[in-house]
């Protein structure tokens, strides 16, 4: 007689650490040292993503990323901002829900991909 796993199904989200869940609520998320590193990072060159954008749209700059583009294109600045949003949105619920590892995995790509974006607009808009 094999087992079903239909009967005896993995738990797909769990608030015990313990248990084979796919995923794990937290009612508290811990904010290490590196994970303030990195928000800060974060932070700072999302500030700097928004403004080097808002500069090069004004000196005439087409926005490269065609998401951004459309909600520009439909919503103006507005577009602009609720992107942001989402994306930072997204990144709280990512960072809340993994592990310490994780986490601080999750948010270093952020940042780099984000800080990769700055010295690209950079580049574009000062030459």
Known sequence: MSLCPLLWPV???STS????????????RRMTRTHAALWALIL?????DVLLTMVGLD???REGNVVLRAMLAEFGLAGLWLVKFAAMAWLVAGWALLSDRDAAVFLALFATVTGAVVVSNAVLVFG
């Open 44 to 48: 700072a060159t999302t500030v700097a």
């Open 59 to 61: 000196r005439g700059l």
């Open 11 to 13: 738990p797909v989200v």
């Open 17 to 28: 650490e313990s248990d084979d869940a796919l995923l794990t609520l937290r009612r508290e």
